[in-house]
């Protein structure tokens, strides 16, 4: 048994300290990161994948606090185990960064059913880190039943984590924007339940009204096949032609005060219900391992090209980029003639 | 591809409430290129450890201005040691009188800082301790 082998072992059986370095290994990208990736795939595809995203100051990690809770000390039935994954953004100057969604988490303090894990974004722009969906994958084989995965506060465009999740909740604020931000492409489509947190302050009423006037217009009768908003070709489809639309709820709460906690979960196990009977939960699981295939795929092939190409035929090639006698698309082709990506 | 940067605990132990501290060193550490994971106030030295493990850091920065500091640093590195994390590097930071820091450092402190501390040597220390160089 590798070194791999058996850590991956290890987390298989619950050890903390084992899953905690396996994903500094995959976050890092280090060899031993793939290999126990490897050991565990197979045992991945049984959580609960729920993606929460929203502006800056929403309140996310309070409702995931909660939401974490609920799920701990449910009011009937066994509780469940949840992991956290909290992606804070990196400074593009320095590459440092200040992690502190654990400061909203202390309810889930000493509760060995709970594990919290905070991420950098590391540069990554779609608002979670290159290598959160690896981290996902870890927590999914260690026998988490939820997975929350907590983005960088979002403005509009950050919509990499409705690929990674199974149910994605957008959180909003009163008092954020007009009616206008509502009806603007991006972050909202993707949401499969929408929240509007602090629902008590001034406002709360307009911002239900304004996303749930959104909806009528963004759910029309007539069927199409999206996936949050992105055109994916899936390779083998499920969904029952008949299946009925989800049309997402606005669902109200006060994360401080733990108020609509107990309906937001409920929304959560609707779309859980709804995602098994259409099919499309599996249409989600293969829409995200091909996307994460994909992403792979590129790095690896950027990786191969990276190995055979001469750093002076780069430099070279920049050069000629810089002073305009080369456009960037001949620089590309002149590169890739150079290199044959192939196994090195 | 491989990416490796330090992590580092900043937690604030026992009851006082004062963090700015705390903060100032988290957003020195920040700008010099370390992932910083910040807790709050009044963190017990369990809340501390299990952090610490579920994090998988590096170093674990505790501030204390309370004067509790020789309950609750002892209590810390014992927690951690239990959790298999022995190569943590602690370091203590606040109002700790002359004659305790001699005993925090003999306990497994890796260092103590009192007010007027440059950040900058911080930084070098924590540099030295994990990656055995203070440059980056």
Excluded: C
Excluded at chain 2, 24 to 40: K, P
């Amino acid at each position: 048994m590798t070194a791999a082998e058996h850590i991956a072992t290890q987390v298989l059986e619950g050890n903390r300290l084992a899953l905690s370095r396996v994903l500094t290994f995959i976050e890092n990208d280090q060899p031993e990161g793939r290999e126990a990736l490897k050991a565990l795939f197979p045992h991945t595809g049984k959580a609960h994948i729920v993606g929460v995203t929203g502006a800056p100051g929403t309140g996310k990690s309070s409702l995931v606090n909660r939401l974490a809770y609920f799920y701990r000390h449910p009011p009937e039935g066994d509780p469940k185990r949840v992991a956290i994954v909290a992606v804070d953004p990196s400074s593009p100057f320095t590459g440092g960064a200040i992690l502190g969604d654990r400061i909203r988490m202390r309810d889930l303090a000493g509760d060995p059913g709970v594990f919290i894990r905070s991420m950098a974004s590391r540069g990554a722009l779609g608002g979670l880190a290159r290598t959160t969906a690896g981290l996902v994958q870890a927590l999914d084989a260690a026998g988490f039943d939820i997975v929350f995965i907590e983005t960088v506060g979002a403005g509009q465009a950050e919509v990499d984590v409705a690929r990674l999740a199974h149910t994605t909740l957008v959180v909003e604020a009163p008092g954020l924007g007009d009616d206008v931000q509502a009806i603007k492409a991006g972050i909202l489509e993707i949401a499969d339940i929408l929240v509007v947190n602090k629902a008590d302050r001034p406002g709360a009423d307009a911002t239900v009204r304004a996303l749930t006037e959104m909806l009528k217009m963004a759910h029309p009768s007539q069927e199409t096949i999206m996936h949050h908003g992105q055109r994916m070709v899936v390779e083998v489809g499920t969904r029952r032609a008949d299946a009925p639309l989800w049309v997402p709820p606005v669902v109200r709460t006060i994360a401080v005060e733990n108020e609509g906690i107990a309906d937001l979960a409920a929304a959560i196990a609707r779309h859980r219900a709804h995602l098994q009977e259409t099919g499309e939960w599996q249409i989600r699981d293969r829409v995200r391992l091909q996307s994460e295939l994909e992403n792979l795929l590129r790095d690896t092939l950027m990786q191969r090209w990276r190995a055979t190409v001469s750093t002076d035929l780069y430099r070279a090639t920049l050069e000629q980029v810089f002073s305009r006698r080369l456009a960037p698309s001949d620089a590309v082709a002149q590169l890739l003639d150079h290199a044959s990506v192939a196994p090195n | 591809m491989a990416e490796r940067r330090i992590r580092v605990l900043i937690a604030k132990p026992g009851l006082d409430g004062h963090d700015r501290g705390a903060k100032v060193v988290a957003r020195a550490l920040r700008d010099a290129g370390m992932e910083v994971i910040y807790t709050g106030l009044r963190q017990t030295p369990e809340m501390i450890a299990e952090a610490a493990l579920q994090e998988d850091v590096d170093v674990v920065g505790l501030s204390i201005l309370s004067g509790a500091h020789m309950a609750l640093v002892p209590r810390v590195l014992e927690l951690l040691r239990q959790n298999g994390q022995d190569h943590v590097k602690v370091f203590v930071g606040g109002i700790i009188p002359d004659e305790d820091a001699p005993r925090l450092l003999e306990m497994g402190v890796h260092a103590v800082y009192g007010p007027g501390t440059l950040t900058d040597d911080i930084v070098k220390d924590i540099r030295q301790a994990v990656l055995g160089t203070e440059g980056e």
